[in-house]
């Protein structure tokens, strides 16, 4: 792979010598700005309330714009997006629309059904298909449904709706494929899925984010009729763009501007609000203004098709920076087939062409819709505190509310979402899950994306990572170190060679991180981590991110094994330099050091429970003895991960670590003090790990027992164990209970629209199997276990992980009835022609059935399926 370089590669090759190695357009743009923190300018905080979804294509943004299947530029100065109506709904449809928190019976959730087709990192080529129904969108169905099933009953959904039974929807797909970086083609095809004729009514929209209301402009940008067929949008940063449409009979112009009647109850001094094609298109309000207006920041062409059944029409458009005389040449539908083709060749050279096209389709559409999660995140924290959005003002609840104590973060970049509907906002550990993947597309966007959220103006200055914008003090899991070298690793394996000084730069940044781990979460000195809920939401009996009342403290397995697994990496980390720079050879280690006492702590510190043979979260009470919390959960499985082989050749270059490791083993063995599972292989190899061999027999037991831990789909969050024998504890006379709940979450805890209490997890699998597959990397045949437990099979622990990984890439691939395990009771509508190749790529999976649940576009680290396929792949090479 080293010496491959395909037309996309070239262009990434110049984009990595760029500051940000970002292409100036891409699928910035949003798809829900409303509902967020940024835009929330309440009393209390309640976002969702604060600007509905009924609000949004009335009311201008102030952190953002968003749209349907979109672009936008870097800083989002210039949107582009579709629009659509098909003569019956009551709002024209500009963006996706979903539940929000207090609407739905699992939480948020996006009700809408969308794809991403392709895409590749430069943008050169993206393609995004969305499915609009011929028959009044069921709005209100699916809000009175959903308000009125309770959380034991699943999400009513629109393909619970009816809607779409017959096929009476349309097709449409937007594609995009550049000339050059600042000349983008565009081409809608609208396709009538069913058998008779249907109107529909198309406007392509180009409009200016309002940054004036910001105050971040001195001068209004402005969209300005240039001839029939084109208008000029100027902009004092970004200079001009033009874009070219064909003929249309009509075209109209509006401002980015509040319909404050709608909003406020105070009457607009123009017609013109943003709002203002709405009025026009389905309240016939106002079309004469709108289309006499010769400017404006907002622009769309109006185009009004009745479309055959089966047949399709195309719309045609450019947006460039240059002014063109000709910019539909007979040969222009060839961009798009000459851009496809190059995104063939750059996929066919990052993955293997041998893998079956079920597979490679999988993968494809993974890595589509992990690109297409990049988005513009704007958010000045201070400013948005001290500031009112002209329909609030600046009130105290405000200014001592949420995130007060993040003032200096001030973040206005491209950023991978986690789903850019459902959680339109960075999460600091779901972002290091994104950068994997993403390691294997763009390298360099990866290691950017790593670096920028270790960059002063997010990382707080005491060394605290910023969670999500919901609560930026809650705390993630601290796996960026684990990250970084992921990343680090698989881009070595497609060069031949490691960027040793990006491991430096985020080293330096990752040490300042740790120390604020070990000064906060270490309340009582004795290397027993705590950390809240961890970003596993409810898989505790209680909030764990709670004040605990009395005397009491929480010591957490996984706080403590997360800790274990950073000192290692980072121990990892620095070996790795010091093979180029032996000016690290002391903070490896130190961190070696660190390792240990953290390993003593976690295994006689009272989290391993002998008799059920499993690590717990222990409540620590004043004057009494702990009470271990003895819930079977990948909380006791976090220990797993910290893993590491050192081979004998680090020791020869690094006399120091040696001798310093070798003194260290020597002293805690003579005094008896606890000493790590450090075991040697033919003396070529040292494992490190926080389970001794026994323990880890242990763990495994459970972990591969299908009526605990192991589903058809892969592990579960929550043993199944529980499903018949509830975990129940008494804390200052309240009861807590949890049980085995393998769907959406039952659950009031963080919202309720997440669930940790036995759904299959992708990222989580994605570290059990890279933790297992070290292991058997370093033991080999030496130790079998039973996979699964009671099948009489003897698997050594590299053929676990591959089972592992069968079973997790199971739920995306068709089975022997061409149905995905993931679409579940859905499968009757990707079974229809046109339909089959379409994979959604889920927050997470049904414990027992596979289906998926949770945000529908979480492409983010469920794309980690992808590499997971290549590294399945890339096994299979090796015993051949």
């Known amino acids: 792979m080293k010496n491959i370089m395909t037309a996309e590669h070239k262009r990434l090759a110049e984009n990595a010598i760029k500051e940000i190695p970002l292409e100036q357009w891409g699928p910035y743009l949003s798809e829900r700005q409303w509902g967020t923190v940024r835009e929330d300018y309440s009393m209390y905080g309640d976002a969702w309330n604060y600007f509905p979804y009924d609000h949004a294509h009335s009311r201008a943004y102030l952190w953002g714009e968003d749209g349907l299947g979109g672009i936008s530029d870097y800083f989002q100065n210039l949107c582009f997006a579709v629009a659509l109506w098909n003569g019956k709904d009551p709002i024209l449809k500009e963006r996706l629309f979903g539940l929000g928190n207090n609407e739905g019976n699992h939480g948020e959730d996006v009700k809408e059904l969308y794809y991403y087709i392709d895409n590749i990192p430069s943008h050169f080529y993206m393609e995004y298909l969305y499915k609009y129904p011929q028959q009044e969108f069921p709005y209100e169905d699916l809000k009175s449904e959903n308000r009125s099933r309770s959380k034991d009953e699943p999400e009513y959904e629109i393909l619970d709706t009816g809607i779409f039974n017959d096929n009476q929807y349309f097709d449409v797909t937007v594609t995009y494929a550049k000339q050059d970086s600042e000349d983008i083609y565009i081409k809608i095809n609208i396709h009538n899925r ?18 004036l209301s910001n105050r971040q402009l001195a001068e209004k940008p402005v969209i300005t009729r240039n001839n029939k067929t084109s208008v000029k949008a100027s902009h004092e ?6 874009l070219y449409f064909q003929p249309a009979k009509v075209s109209m112009f509006t401002e980015n501007e509040t319909n404050t009647e709608v909003i406020k109850g105070i009457r607009n001094a123009t017609p013109f609000v943003k709002d203002a094609f709405h009025n026009a298109i389905v309240k016939k309000k106002h079309v004469a203004a709108l289309r006499k207006k010769k400017s404006g920041t907002k622009f769309a062409p109006v185009y009004n098709y009745d479309i055959d059944g089966g047949e399709t029409k195309t719309i045609y458009l450019r947006l460039c920076n240059k002014e063109l005389k000709k910019p539909f040449e007979k040969e222009f539908e060839n961009i798009f087939t000459k851009r496809k083709a190059e995104a063939d060749d750059f996929y066919k050279a990052i993955l293997s062409s041998d893998i079956s096209e079920e597979m490679l389709g999988i993968q494809r559409q993974a890595m589509a819709g992990l690109l297409w999660s990049k988005q513009y995140y704007h958010y000045d924290v201070e400013r948005w505190l001290s500031t009112g959005d002209g329909i609030t003002e600046v009130n105290p609840g405000k200014l001592s509310g949420r995130n007060n104590e993040w003032k200096h973060l001030k973040n206005q970049d491209i950023i991978l979402m986690p789903d850019k509907w459902e959680y339109p906002w960075y999460a600091a550990w779901d972002l290091a899950f994104h950068c994997i993947p993403m390691a294997r597309l763009d390298p360099e966007f990866a290691k950017h994306q790593l670096l920028l959220i270790m960059r002063e103006w997010y990382m707080k200055p005491d060394g605290q990572l910023p969670a999500y914008e919901w609560h930026f003090s809650d705390v993630n899991p601290p796996v960026h170190a684990w990250a970084a070298l992921q990343v680090y690793r698989v881009e070595k394996s497609m060069k ?3 960027d040793v000084l990006f491991l430096k730069k985020i080293f330096h940044k990752l040490i300042i991180n740790f120390t604020w781990w070990i000064n ?8 027993i981590f705590q950390g809240g809920f961890l970003g596993l939401d409810n898989i505790g009996v209680f909030n764990r991110s709670i004040e605990m009342p009395g005397e009491m403290r929480l010591e ?4 403590t094994s997360w800790m274990g697994m950073y000192a290692l990496n980072m121990m990892e980390m620095a070996l790795e330099i010091s093979m180029h720079d032996k000016s690290f050879e002391d903070t490896a280690t130190k961190f070696f050091e660190h390792f240990v006492l953290i390993a003593e702590a976690l295994n006689q510190h009272g989290l391993w429970n002998d008799e059920d043979k499993f690590f717990y979260d222990s409540l620590t009470v004043f004057h009494s003895h702990p009470i271990q919390l003895r819930i079977q959960s990948i909380v006791g499985l976090t220990t797993l991960f910290a893993v590491a082989i050192i081979e004998n050749k680090v020791f020869d270059h690094l006399p120091d670590f040696k001798k310093r490791s070798t003194w260290l083993e020597k002293y805690r063995i003579k005094n008896k003090r606890f000493w790590p599972n450090e075991e040697h292989t033919g003396g070529e190899k040292t494992l490190l790990s926080l389970v001794q061999q026994e323990k880890l027999k242990n763990i495994l037991e459970r972990l591969l027992n299908e009526d605990e831990f192991l589903s058809p789909g892969g592990i579960r969050a929550l043993s199944k164990y529980h499903e018949n024998d509830p975990y129940s504890v008494t804390i200052d006379n309240v009861d807590y209970t949890i049980q085995y709940d393998p769907g959406d979450s039952t659950s009031n805890l963080f919202g309720g629209n997440s669930n940790w209490r036995g759904p299959v997890w992708v990222p989580i699998n994605y570290l059990i199997i890279q933790s297992i597959r070290k292991y058997g990397e370093f033991y080999g045949d030496s130790l079998l276990v039973e996979c699964p437990v009671g099948s009489g099979k003897q698997m050594n622990l590299q053929q676990v992980a591959d089972e592992l990984t069968r079973r997790v890439v199971s739920l995306f691939e068709k089975d022997s009835q061409q149905k995905r395990r993931l679409h579940g009771k859905y499968n009757w509508f990707y079974e229809q022609p046109g339909n089959e190749h379409l994979v959604l790529f889920y927050e997470y999976f049904h414990g027992d059935d596979g289906n998926g649940l949770g945000a529908s576009h979480q492409t983010g680290w469920t794309s980690l399926v ?3 396929i290549s590294e399945l792949h890339e096994r299979k090479i090796q015993l051949t």
Do not use: H
């Not at 058998?195 to 409009?207: D, G, H, R, Y």
């Not at 906060?520 to 290397?527: E, H, P, S, V």
């Not at 957490?556 to 706080?559: H, L, Y």
């Open 520 to 527: 906060r979460k270490d309340a009582a000195g004795n290397n």
């Open 237 to 242: 940063k970004m200079g001009s763009y033009y």
């Open 866 to 868: 992808a590499q997971l």
């Open 194 to 211: 069913y058998s008779k004729s249907a109107n529909i009514t198309v406007l392509p929209t180009l409009w200016f984010y309002n940054r």
């Open 556 to 559: 957490q397995a996984d706080g």
């Open 496 to 498: 031949g060679e490691g």
